[in-house]
DNA sequence: CGGGATCCCGATAGATACTG
DNA sequence: CAGTATCTATCGGGATCCCG
């Protein structure tokens, strides 16, 4: 956690998976994110589907899952620096590596918890 | 949630899976059931090693954390009713068929969050 | 032995308003 | 557009004591 990496802190990695996914979106962040960088803005309409009902997301929060990736070193925050601002996300190769993990994740939750058949929206 | 099963509530098996298994101990409590049955206090001190430093784990959390396994149809309570008390928890099929996800958890997890060498022990 | 009851605290998430 | 600031409600988790 010296600077832009938490790596280490527990010695089971269930544990440690367990602290870097914590938060209400950050699997599907970096689902949204596995074809390509997206601006926040895409971020925070993609997560609105799939939420329950009216669910109207934070700033706050989304900014800070943001962070907690980039931190965690799973994303990367480009910001073009113009006006109006334009910011990217984008998957490391860490975060690309994570990708399969969550694929899988999907298709057993598709089959034991919704149903859904996993097209290729998310 | 009627029941004993919690399924259907999102949209998104990705943002299911995550309410699912948010809690500190439940993947690992999955993980440290996969080979039979444990009691409690088995689960309890399997949990102590991983956890980081003198960490103790509060009765009030594990069996929070058991209550909603089972009532999310992953795990069941077994109760002997005897004196001293004797209750024995163990996988669904359910929560059978999710220690492959587990595993590559454990996998993906050993390799950019810890370099453990996935021995046999949790 | 396997918890429940109670108290406490930090972290998390929502709502709203504001800004470079 | 992409956030920050503030405030508040709720939650997760730890500590301690107790009981059948």
């Known amino acids: 956690m010296s600077k832009t990496t938490a790596k280490r802190l527990h010695r089971c990695p269930v544990a440690a998976f367990q602290k870097l996914i914590s938060g209400k979106y950050k699997l599907r962040l970096l689902w949204d994110l596995q074809d390509g960088p997206r601006r926040y803005g895409e971020l925070r309409s993609g997560l609105l589907r799939g939420a329950d009902g009216t669910a109207q997301i934070a700033p706050r929060v989304l900014s ?6 980039a ?18 996300y984008r998957l490391t190769p860490m975060g690309k590596s994570f990708i399969p993990v969550i694929a899988e994740i999907r298709k057993w939750g598709a089959r034991y918890l919704g149903g859904e058949q996993l097209s290729m929206a998310s």
């Not at 800070?64 to 990736?69: D, F, H, M, V």
């Not at 931190?71 to 990217?88: H, N, T």
């Open 64 to 69: 800070r899952e943001l962070k907690a990736l």
């Open 71 to 88: 931190a965690s070193g799973l994303i990367v925050r480009k910001d073009y620096g113009v006006v109006p601002p334009k910011v990217e």
